[in-house]
Nanobody
Framework: EVQLVESGGGLVQAGGSLRLSCAAS????????IGWFRQAPGKEREGVSC????????DYTDSVKGRFTITTDSAKNTVYLQMDTLKREDTAVYYC????????????????????????WGQGTQVTVAS
């Protein structure tokens, strides 16, 4: 059974930092692309960052470039999202998601990994940034 479990959310002051973790199980970690998404109240879900776990290629949405960093630890089957210089507008529920590289190769080619349709989702972790 595929499982994605997020942790690390919380309340932080603007300008502060948090590190989110996404622990994956039930699939071969290095054969998947992992993404981080967020959804704020009353807004649509948006892609934040994603990474190809086999080669470490990351991508970021423009609003977080230079502030967020996505990394992987294959030994722990975990993807991290380091979030620095947090802003109030970063407040949201953050989700991690996974899609297989097979699906990516078959359907998406060279598209930005934030545009993929992800097959597996975690339950989310709340991030609240206070001013």
């Amino acid at each position: 059974e595929v499982q994605l479990v997020e942790s690390g959310g919380g309340l932080v002051q603007a300008g502060g930092s948090l590190r989110l973790s996404c622990a994956a199980s039930g699939f071969i970690f290095d054969e998947y692309v992992i993404g981080w998404f967020r959804q704020a109240p009353g807004k649509e879900r948006e892609g934040v960052s994603c990474i190809n776990t086999s080669d470490g290629t990351p991508d970021y949405t423009d609003s977080v470039k230079g502030r967020f960093t996505i990394t992987t630890d294959s030994a722990k089957n975990t993807v991290y999202l380091q979030m620095d210089t947090l802003k109030r507008e970063d407040t949201a529920v953050y989700y991690c998601a996974a899609v297989s590289e097979y699906e990516v190769t078959r359907w998406y080619g060279a598209q930005d990994c934030l545009s993929y349709e992800y097959d597996y989702w975690g339950q989310g972790t709340q991030v609240t940034v206070a001013s």
